[in-house]
């Protein structure tokens, strides 16, 4: 009854290993899957140049934050399919290396996890001084509007960093990095206001980005080919900022965040569980050693 017992316990954590690592491996899988696509697509290139780590002139451009972050992914989700191999196959085959490798990665893992979530929780605030100064020198030596996109338009087309702003702030109806002053001392946006001759005297140039404003179809099918006809109307507002989009665009992915931090904080808990299960099952497994088929204390 005793080993019958014990022979059916260690059935159910090989079963919980096994299932918790194929959990693992699915999501590495899927992490993996996510970082390739960051970093080769070309759609996904507007949202890369807009946070370069090395912006200043003259400097050979090299990775953005975006592609840094699809990296980290990349790898992340190799180690998470290297652990949900080594869980399985040190389970099933019952090789004791694969459990103690497997163990140790978890376990480097669950302090790694406490080690960031002590640093964010503890210096949240650093992350608003360490990016800002970096977004708003990109926005003042960078942007140049997103007239030049037009087909039919003399400017030239703005560079990779601009059409990112004209994208985000288009889309997500915010204004600059913390608000529609950041744009009062750029040095390439050409402020002509193409409609002045209609408008007067007054409105000869824009104040703020035009993407700013709250365009009435903000989502079109292609937003880089923007409503030329039906810009004019929100003309006034690139103008005297009437009716603009107040709220920064970094405050307002943090906003974002924040609706989604209780069910960011449920699934983080979750994931947490789930490794110290594995970490606890594993560790169980390794302090038996194994006889035949069956493990033995």
């Not at 002139?57 to 399919?81: N, R, W």
């Not at 992350?127 to 942007?143: D, G």
């Not at 009435?216 to 292609?222: K, R, Y």
Request: aromatic share 12%; proline share 3%.
């Amino acid at each position: 009854m005793g080993h019958g017992g014990m022979s059916c316990g260690m059935k159910t954590m090989r079963f919980i290993i096994v299932v918790f690592n194929l959990i693992f491996f699915l999501i590495g899988l899927a992490l993996l899957a996510l970082g390739i696509y960051v970093v080769v697509d070309p759609s996904l290139k507007k949202i890369k140049e807009i946070l370069p780590i090395n912006s200043n002139p003259g400097v050979e451009k090299g990775l953005s934050y975006l592609e840094v972050i699809a990296i980290v992914i990349i790898v992340l989700g190799s180690i998470l399919l290297i652990m949900g191999f080594l869980g399985c196959c040190g389970a099933m085959k019952q090789v004791k290396i694969f459990l103690i490798i497997y163990a140790i990665i978890v376990g480097i893992i669950i302090l790694f996890e406490i080690a960031i979530t002590i640093y964010f929780v503890a210096f949240k605030s650093k992350f608003r001084e360490t990016f800002t100064p970096k977004l708003k020198e990109a926005i003042r030596n960078t942007y140049e509007g997103p007239f030049g996109l037009q087909s039919n338009s003399a400017l030239p087309k703005p560079s990779a960093i601009s059409i990112a702003w004209d994208f985000i702030m288009y889309n997500f109806k915010c204004c600059g990095v913390d608000s529609k002053f950041d744009f009062i001392n750029t040095t390439k946006w050409n402020k002509t206001n193409p409609w002045a001759s209609t408008m007067g005297n007054g409105y000869k140039n824009f104040t703020y980005p035009i993407t700013c404003c709250n365009i009435s179809n903000v989502f079109t099918e292609d937003w880089n080919n923007l409503p030329f006809d039906k810009l004019q109307s929100v003309a006034y507002c690139a103008v005297n900022g009437t009716h603009i989009n107040e709220m920064g665009c970094f405050d307002k992915f943090l906003n974002l965040i924040d609706t989604a931090k209780t069910w960011i904080i449920v699934g983080a808990v979750i994931i947490l569980v789930i490794e110290l299960t594995a970490f606890i099952v594993a560790l169980a497994l390794c302090c038996r050693t194994k006889k035949g088929s069956k493990y033995r204390q």
